[in-house]
Protein backbone atom coordinates (compact mmCIF):
# COMPACT_ATOMS: atom_id res chain seq x y z
CA UNK A 1 0.00 0.00 0.00
CA UNK A 2 1.14 3.52 -0.71
CA UNK A 3 1.44 6.32 1.20
CA UNK A 4 -1.23 8.11 -0.56
CA UNK A 5 -3.71 5.36 0.07
CA UNK A 6 -2.62 5.54 3.78
CA UNK A 7 -3.21 9.50 3.67
CA UNK A 8 -6.12 10.44 6.28
CA UNK A 9 -8.83 12.36 4.43
CA UNK A 10 -8.71 15.57 5.20
CA UNK A 11 -12.26 15.94 6.71
CA UNK A 12 -11.77 13.55 9.32
CA UNK A 13 -7.96 15.65 9.70
CA UNK A 14 -7.80 18.89 11.97
CA UNK A 15 -5.57 21.53 10.72
CA UNK A 16 -3.28 23.13 13.32
CA UNK A 17 -4.97 27.05 13.49
CA UNK A 18 -3.77 30.09 16.18
CA UNK A 19 -6.15 32.31 18.11
CA UNK A 20 -5.05 35.60 16.89
CA UNK A 21 -8.08 37.72 18.80
CA UNK A 22 -10.57 37.27 21.70
CA UNK A 23 -13.61 39.34 22.25
CA UNK A 24 -16.01 39.47 24.97
CA UNK A 25 -19.12 39.85 23.51
CA UNK A 26 -21.31 39.16 26.36
CA UNK A 27 -21.46 37.34 29.86
CA UNK A 28 -21.82 34.01 27.92
CA UNK A 29 -20.35 34.69 24.71
CA UNK A 30 -16.82 34.86 23.20
CA UNK A 31 -15.61 35.80 19.48
CA UNK A 32 -12.60 34.01 18.66
CA UNK A 33 -10.65 35.02 15.51
CA UNK A 34 -8.93 32.38 14.28
CA UNK A 35 -5.95 32.00 11.64
CA UNK A 36 -4.07 28.27 10.21
CA UNK A 37 -0.74 28.26 11.22
CA UNK A 38 0.16 27.78 7.56
CA UNK A 39 -1.69 30.55 6.42
CA UNK A 40 -4.42 29.11 4.13
CA UNK A 41 -7.43 30.20 3.92
CA UNK A 42 -10.56 28.68 5.51
CA UNK A 43 -12.78 29.04 2.40
CA UNK A 44 -15.94 28.89 3.54
CA UNK A 45 -19.33 29.96 2.26
CA UNK A 46 -21.64 32.24 4.96
CA UNK A 47 -23.80 29.30 6.69
CA UNK A 48 -21.23 26.97 6.85
CA UNK A 49 -19.72 25.17 10.22
CA UNK A 50 -16.37 24.12 11.11
CA UNK A 51 -15.24 21.21 14.14
CA UNK A 52 -13.07 22.61 16.94
CA UNK A 53 -10.71 20.23 18.27
CA UNK A 54 -9.24 20.96 21.85
CA UNK A 55 -6.77 18.31 22.30
CA UNK A 56 -7.28 16.03 25.08
CA UNK A 57 -10.95 17.53 25.39
CA UNK A 58 -12.74 16.75 22.33
CA UNK A 59 -14.59 18.35 19.47
CA UNK A 60 -17.72 20.95 18.90
CA UNK A 61 -19.35 21.99 15.65
CA UNK A 62 -18.95 26.08 15.58
CA UNK A 63 -21.12 27.96 12.81
CA UNK A 64 -18.60 30.42 11.49
CA UNK A 65 -19.42 34.36 11.74
CA UNK A 66 -17.07 36.32 9.04
CA UNK A 67 -17.65 36.86 5.94
CA UNK A 68 -15.02 34.96 3.29
CA UNK A 69 -15.05 38.24 2.39
CA UNK A 70 -12.47 38.96 5.01
CA UNK A 71 -9.21 37.28 4.06
CA UNK A 72 -6.19 36.06 6.61
CA UNK A 73 -8.28 34.88 8.86
CA UNK A 74 -12.11 33.52 10.43
CA UNK A 75 -14.53 34.17 13.40
CA UNK A 76 -16.07 31.95 15.41
CA UNK A 77 -18.85 33.30 18.38
CA UNK A 78 -18.80 30.88 20.90
CA UNK A 79 -20.91 30.38 23.64
CA UNK A 80 -19.83 28.46 26.74
CA UNK A 81 -22.43 25.55 27.17
CA UNK A 82 -20.23 22.30 27.47
CA UNK A 83 -16.98 20.79 27.90
CA UNK A 84 -15.68 21.85 24.99
CA UNK A 85 -16.90 25.32 24.57
CA UNK A 86 -16.15 26.47 28.15
CA UNK A 87 -12.64 25.31 27.52
CA UNK A 88 -12.30 27.33 24.55
CA UNK A 89 -13.48 30.56 27.00
CA UNK A 90 -10.27 29.76 28.89
CA UNK A 91 -7.75 30.45 25.87
CA UNK A 92 -6.32 33.27 25.20
CA UNK A 93 -4.77 34.83 22.05
CA UNK A 94 -1.49 32.64 21.00
CA UNK A 95 -3.61 29.35 21.91
CA UNK A 96 -3.19 26.72 19.57
CA UNK A 97 -6.53 24.19 18.18
CA UNK A 98 -7.72 22.52 15.48
CA UNK A 99 -9.99 23.14 12.91
CA UNK A 100 -11.96 21.00 10.55
CA UNK A 101 -14.02 21.90 7.56
CA UNK A 102 -15.84 24.01 6.42
CA UNK A 103 -18.97 21.57 6.50
CA UNK A 104 -22.40 21.57 5.44
CA UNK A 105 -23.87 23.76 2.42
CA UNK A 106 -24.71 27.52 3.20
CA UNK A 107 -26.87 30.82 2.21
CA UNK A 108 -27.45 29.95 -1.85
CA UNK A 109 -25.57 33.36 -2.95
CA UNK A 110 -26.41 32.84 -6.43
CA UNK A 111 -29.77 32.67 -5.52
CA UNK A 112 -29.88 35.89 -3.59
CA UNK A 113 -28.08 38.38 -6.37
CA UNK A 114 -30.83 40.60 -7.37
CA UNK A 115 -33.04 40.01 -4.33
CA UNK A 116 -34.11 42.06 -1.51
CA UNK A 117 -33.29 40.14 1.44
CA UNK A 118 -34.87 40.56 4.67
CA UNK A 119 -32.46 38.94 7.16
CA UNK A 120 -34.55 37.90 10.67
CA UNK A 121 -32.31 36.81 13.57
CA UNK A 122 -33.32 35.70 16.89
CA UNK A 123 -30.40 35.60 19.69
CA UNK A 124 -27.61 33.75 18.81
CA UNK A 125 -28.77 32.80 15.29
CA UNK A 126 -27.14 36.50 14.77
CA UNK A 127 -24.08 34.23 14.65
CA UNK A 128 -23.95 32.69 11.17
CA UNK A 129 -26.58 35.15 9.86
CA UNK A 130 -23.06 37.70 10.30
CA UNK A 131 -21.58 36.22 7.96
CA UNK A 132 -24.10 36.48 5.24
CA UNK A 133 -25.28 39.94 6.24
CA UNK A 134 -21.16 41.33 6.01
CA UNK A 135 -21.09 39.71 2.90
CA UNK A 136 -23.68 40.97 1.32
CA UNK A 137 -22.52 44.73 2.79
CA UNK A 138 -19.36 44.01 1.16
CA UNK A 139 -20.93 43.13 -2.41
CA UNK A 140 -23.50 45.59 -1.74
CA UNK A 141 -24.41 45.75 -5.57
CA UNK A 142 -25.52 43.03 -6.25
CA UNK A 143 -28.43 43.02 -3.99
CA UNK A 144 -31.41 44.66 -3.69
CA UNK A 145 -33.37 45.91 -0.06
CA UNK A 146 -31.19 44.85 2.96
CA UNK A 147 -33.19 44.47 5.87
CA UNK A 148 -32.15 42.87 9.12
CA UNK A 149 -34.49 42.50 12.31
CA UNK A 150 -32.92 41.36 15.22
CA UNK A 151 -33.98 40.21 18.37
CA UNK A 152 -32.40 39.42 21.98
CA UNK A 153 -33.60 38.49 25.21
CA UNK A 154 -32.30 41.55 26.75
CA UNK A 155 -30.30 44.62 26.24
CA UNK A 156 -27.04 42.70 27.82
CA UNK A 157 -27.40 39.98 25.54
CA UNK A 158 -27.02 41.65 22.48
CA UNK A 159 -23.91 40.74 20.11
CA UNK A 160 -21.74 42.77 18.24
CA UNK A 161 -22.73 45.70 19.54
CA UNK A 162 -20.18 47.77 17.76
CA UNK A 163 -21.62 46.35 14.40
CA UNK A 164 -25.27 46.80 15.47
CA UNK A 165 -24.20 51.03 15.95
CA UNK A 166 -22.80 50.91 12.35
CA UNK A 167 -25.78 48.88 11.17
CA UNK A 168 -28.18 51.60 12.84
CA UNK A 169 -26.43 54.37 10.86
CA UNK A 170 -26.19 52.94 7.94
CA UNK A 171 -27.83 53.82 4.59
CA UNK A 172 -26.92 50.65 2.81
CA UNK A 173 -29.24 48.90 4.89
CA UNK A 174 -32.93 48.83 7.09
CA UNK A 175 -31.98 47.84 10.26
CA UNK A 176 -34.51 46.99 12.94
CA UNK A 177 -34.28 45.44 16.60
CA UNK A 178 -35.82 44.73 19.92
CA UNK A 179 -35.49 43.07 23.28
CA UNK A 180 -37.94 40.44 25.04
CA UNK A 181 -37.39 42.57 28.37
CA UNK A 182 -35.94 46.08 29.01
CA UNK A 183 -33.24 46.77 31.56
CA UNK A 184 -34.96 50.14 32.10
CA UNK A 185 -32.23 51.87 29.85
CA UNK A 186 -33.42 50.68 27.29
CA UNK A 187 -35.43 53.17 24.75
CA UNK A 188 -35.99 51.28 21.54
CA UNK A 189 -38.98 48.22 21.30
CA UNK A 190 -39.69 45.96 23.33
CA UNK A 191 -41.14 42.35 22.53
CA UNK A 192 -40.60 39.51 20.55
CA UNK A 193 -38.95 39.63 17.40
CA UNK A 194 -42.76 39.22 15.50
CA UNK A 195 -43.58 42.53 17.22
CA UNK A 196 -41.28 43.98 13.90
CA UNK A 197 -42.56 42.52 11.29
CA UNK A 198 -45.91 44.91 10.98
CA UNK A 199 -42.75 47.97 11.19
CA UNK A 200 -41.85 47.04 7.50
CA UNK A 201 -43.29 46.60 4.08
CA UNK A 202 -41.95 44.41 1.37
CA UNK A 203 -42.57 43.46 -1.66
CA UNK A 204 -42.82 39.68 -1.40
CA UNK A 205 -42.12 38.72 -5.36
CA UNK A 206 -38.57 39.84 -4.77
CA UNK A 207 -37.36 38.90 -1.57
CA UNK A 208 -36.31 36.15 0.32
CA UNK A 209 -36.42 36.20 4.23
CA UNK A 210 -33.50 34.30 5.47
CA UNK A 211 -34.21 32.97 9.11
CA UNK A 212 -31.76 32.12 11.95
CA UNK A 213 -32.86 31.95 15.74
CA UNK A 214 -34.22 29.26 18.68
CA UNK A 215 -36.45 26.97 17.71
CA UNK A 216 -39.26 28.60 19.79
CA UNK A 217 -38.78 31.30 17.10
CA UNK A 218 -38.81 29.78 13.60
CA UNK A 219 -42.87 28.48 13.49
CA UNK A 220 -43.86 32.30 14.15
CA UNK A 221 -41.34 34.00 12.12
CA UNK A 222 -41.86 31.97 9.59
CA UNK A 223 -45.95 32.64 10.03
CA UNK A 224 -44.88 36.40 9.98
CA UNK A 225 -42.96 35.84 6.44
CA UNK A 226 -46.09 34.08 5.12
CA UNK A 227 -48.31 36.53 5.88
CA UNK A 228 -46.06 38.83 4.18
CA UNK A 229 -46.75 36.56 1.35
CA UNK A 230 -43.47 35.23 0.72
CA UNK A 231 -43.26 32.02 -0.86
CA UNK A 232 -41.82 29.09 0.92
CA UNK A 233 -39.30 28.77 -1.42
CA UNK A 234 -38.18 32.18 -0.76
CA UNK A 235 -37.92 31.57 3.31
CA UNK A 236 -34.54 30.38 4.05
CA UNK A 237 -33.82 28.55 7.34
CA UNK A 238 -30.80 27.24 9.37
CA UNK A 239 -31.52 23.98 11.34
CA UNK A 240 -27.28 24.29 12.58
CA UNK A 241 -28.09 24.06 15.82
CA UNK A 242 -28.23 19.66 15.05
CA UNK A 243 -24.37 19.82 14.08
CA UNK A 244 -22.30 17.28 16.15
CA UNK A 245 -19.75 15.22 13.50
CA UNK A 246 -20.33 17.21 10.50
CA UNK A 247 -19.04 14.04 8.21
CA UNK A 248 -22.63 11.82 8.22
CA UNK A 249 -21.61 9.29 10.57
CA UNK A 250 -22.59 9.56 13.74
CA UNK A 251 -26.44 10.51 13.01
CA UNK A 252 -26.87 13.10 15.40
CA UNK A 253 -28.36 15.41 12.69
CA UNK A 254 -30.64 12.95 10.80
CA UNK A 255 -34.12 13.99 10.55
CA UNK A 256 -36.03 11.16 8.82
CA UNK A 257 -33.75 10.80 6.01
CA UNK A 258 -32.26 13.74 5.75
CA UNK A 259 -28.86 14.26 7.06
CA UNK A 260 -28.22 17.74 7.90
CA UNK A 261 -24.50 18.50 8.12
CA UNK A 262 -24.92 16.93 4.75
CA UNK A 263 -27.73 18.27 2.94
CA UNK A 264 -27.66 21.60 5.13
CA UNK A 265 -27.47 23.20 7.36
CA UNK A 266 -29.22 25.61 5.16
CA UNK A 267 -32.56 24.72 3.80
CA UNK A 268 -35.41 26.43 1.92
CA UNK A 269 -38.54 25.77 4.07
CA UNK A 270 -40.21 24.39 1.09
CA UNK A 271 -38.19 21.54 1.85
CA UNK A 272 -38.52 21.01 5.49
CA UNK A 273 -42.11 22.19 6.23
CA UNK A 274 -43.27 18.92 5.77
CA UNK A 275 -40.69 17.36 8.03
CA UNK A 276 -42.25 17.24 12.09
CA UNK A 277 -38.75 17.50 14.02
CA UNK A 278 -36.81 19.85 11.78
CA UNK A 279 -38.86 23.08 13.16
Known amino acids: MTAAQVQPTSIYLPSLAEIVRVEQLTKMEKLFEIKFKDGQELGHQPGQFVE ?3 FGIGE ?3 SVSSSPTRKGSFELAVRAVGNVTKAMHALDRGATLGIRGPFGKGFP ?3 LKGKDILFVAGGIGLVPLRSLINYVLDKRQDFGRVLVLFGAKTPAEQLFLDELSRWRQSKNM ?4 TVDRSDGQWKGNVGVITTLFPKITIDPKKTVAVIV ?3 VMYRFAILEAQVKGIPDDQIIV ?3 RRMKCGVGKCGHCQINHLYVCQEGPVFSYAKI ?3 KEAI
Do not use: H, Q, T
Not at 174 to 177: G, Q, R, V, W
Open 52 to 54: VSL
Open 60 to 62: API
Open 109 to 111: IEE
Open 174 to 177: EYLE
Open 213 to 215: GPP
Open 238 to 240: SLE
Open 273 to 275: KDL
